[in-house]
C-alpha cells in the first residue's frame, strides 16, 4: 500500500474508532514480566500521527492539515524531550532507514491502530472472554521488523497517534445561538462537543509484540493543538512506563 493512502487509513481508523469512549477509560497496560527478557535500551521513534478535525457547522468532519501537521511535530520534540529528562531510554530516528523500510513502519502504525481499536472494543464489550484477554495482554502487530533493527540498532518502536475535534467558526456560532434558545426556551440542543484521545506503543522489533500501551481521552480540556496541554497528556501517559529509571540514577544525572 503507498505511504500516502496507509497514512490515510491510519487516520481514519482514528477518527471513526474513539468517539464513544468516555474520560474515564484511559488505559494503561504492559505486557507481564516474565514475557520480557529486558527493557528496550534504544527505541525508534515513529514519527507520530496526530489527526487534527475540524467539525463544521453540519455536524461533517474536515481534516485540518496545518494542524495535524503541527500538532504531530511537537509530539515527536515533547516525546523526545520528556525521554532526555527522564533518562527513560535513548531514541533514534528514522533517517538511516531506506524508502522500504519507512513503508514497513507505516504499515506497523496503522496495524497499531487497528489493534488499538481491536482492543478498545474488547473492553467496551459484554463478553467476559474478550475483557480477559485484555487483562493478559498478549498482542501483536506482526512479525518483527528485523531490517529496521537492525539499520537502527533500536530494540523497539514507539508509535505516538492520536486525534482531535475543533469547532470551525460557523459551528461556534451555531453553539451559541443553541445556548441562547435554551435559556429562552428551557430546551438546549447543542452540537456535540470535540473530544481528544492520545496513544503512546511500544512494539518490539524483533517479535512484533505490544510491549506496553498508555492512552487517555479526554474532552474540553485536552488540547492536542496546545503545545501545554499535549505536553501535560504525555507527561501523564509516560508515567506508566514500567521500565523507569531507578530514582537514584536520576539524582546522579542532576
Partial sequence: MPPNLMRTVGAALLTVWFPSVHADSDFHMTVPPGRVKSPPHTVLLVHPEVVVKQLTTGNLEETAQDWSREAS????RLVRALVKKNGTFEVVDDSGLTPADKVSLQQYSAL???????????RQSKNPAWKKRVRRFDYTVGPGITEVAVRTHADAALFVVGTDHVSSAGRDARTAGGILIGILTGVYMLPKAGTAFLSLGMVDLHSGDVLWVSSEYGGGGMNLRKEKSLNKVLTELFESYPWQPKSADKDDNK
Avoid at 115 to 120: F, V
Fill in 112 to 122: 497499531y491502530v487497528r489493534l488499538m481499536a481491536s482492543i478498545e472494543i474488547a
Fill in 73 to 76: 511535530e511537537n509530539a515527536a
